[in-house]
């Protein structure tokens, strides 16, 4: 007779996404010390920046008041356009404008007389949008006020991105184009949004840094030492600045440990695949909680080249 043999491969992981993610190393090391023993140990260096990040850190520190090296460090010094991430080439900054301040994100602005000027990214401004119509209407002028991020995600949704000025003669068009819609309107003053951006902060394991999302603590980042350019996180999960050469406790990312299992099912006729992944899987669980194993561990199926997870044998018996 024939007995049809169908083979699956799933990967089971040993340690749950839902595991303490973050684990505290008690030795004091420099910032940089501390980030290669998490590379070679770990993953990375903790990335602290949603209210569950925080609840995990004041989870881990029971109350106890200290402060821990995480992966946040002060990365960019220099201006850069969105659009392509371009260098600044021409600059037409306002006299004494400060371009340098390293205590805060900050965004660029164009007023109507074409002067350049910083502000805080999430205040809420018009804007100017790049078309990419270098040959017609190359600038919009956009009357909505929203943060820089959400005029970004516009000016990328609806056209190219924001204003990019590359010289004096692109500063006219803008200015021109203000000019314009504040004879329409009878308006004597006016600034909106460009391209321009200099986030200071990036995390060690190339996360996206989202500035609203991180709970500084108050008065920070300060930039005391006038050299602070490391993110140290406090038992409630608020961060600060700090000398990288400071030695400091430090959290880690965990490492996730996975194993690949290759299983054999034997069936006289057709499979209901549904049926048997789940019963895998409660067959898994059982297992698990039966070695004081973690139950609830992430389980995945994987596809095979043709698009398939079962792969089916005939064997002769």
């Known amino acids: 007779m024939i007995q049809k043999t169908a083979c699956l491969l799933f990967l089971l992981g040993l340690v749950s996404e839902t595991l303490c993610y973050f684990i505290l190393i008690q030795e ?24 569950q990040d925080r609840a995990k850190i004041e989870e881990i520190a029971s109350s106890t008041s200290f402060r821990a090296w995480m992966g946040l460090y002060d990365g960019l010094c220099t201006w850069r356009w969105s659009f392509q991430d371009q260098d600044v080439v021409f600059t037409n900054w306002g006299l004494n404008e400060d371009t340098t301040s390293r205590t805060q994100r900050m965004c660029g602005m164009i007023q109507h007389s074409g002067t350049w000027h910083t502000a805080p990214c999430d205040e ?20 909505i006020r929203l ?19 590359s010289d004096l003669t692109d500063n006219r068009y803008i200015v021109d184009l203000t000019v314009k819609w504040m004879n329409y309107y009878g308006y004597y003053a006016f600034e909106g949004w460009i391209g321009l951006s200099k986030n200071l902060w990036l995390w060690s394991d190339q996360s996206s840094v989202s500035w609203l999302s991180l709970k500084w603590i108050s008065g920070e980042p300060n930039n005391n030492s006038g ?25 880690c990312t965990k490492r996730k440990k996975m194993q ?28 698990l909680t039966e070695q004081e194993m973690d139950a609830g561990s992430s389980l995945t199926w994987t596809v095979q080249p043709d698009g398939k997870i079962f792969q089916q044998q005939e064997n002769d018996i």
């Open 260 to 287: 690949l299992v290759r299983v054999a099912v034997k069936s006289d006729g057709h499979l209901n695949e549904s049926a048997v992944m789940v019963a895998v899987e409660e067959k898994i669980n059982q297992i």
């Open 124 to 143: 809420k401004n018009d804007f100017f949008c790049y078309t990419g119509n270098d040959t017609g209407e190359k600038f919009l002028l956009i009357k």
């Open 147 to 165: 943060t820089w991020r959400d005029a970004l995600r516009y000016c990328r949704m609806y056209y190219i991105d924001l204003a990019i000025i």
């Open 227 to 251: 050299n602070e350019k490391c993110g140290f996180v406090q038992e409630t999960g608020l961060i600060g600045n700090e000398g990288c050469l400071h030695q400091l406790p430090f959290f």
């Open 28 to 51: 004091p090391k420099t910032w940089t010390e501390a980030q290669s023993f998490c590379k070679k140990f770990h993953l990375d260096l903790a990335t602290v920046q949603s209210d």
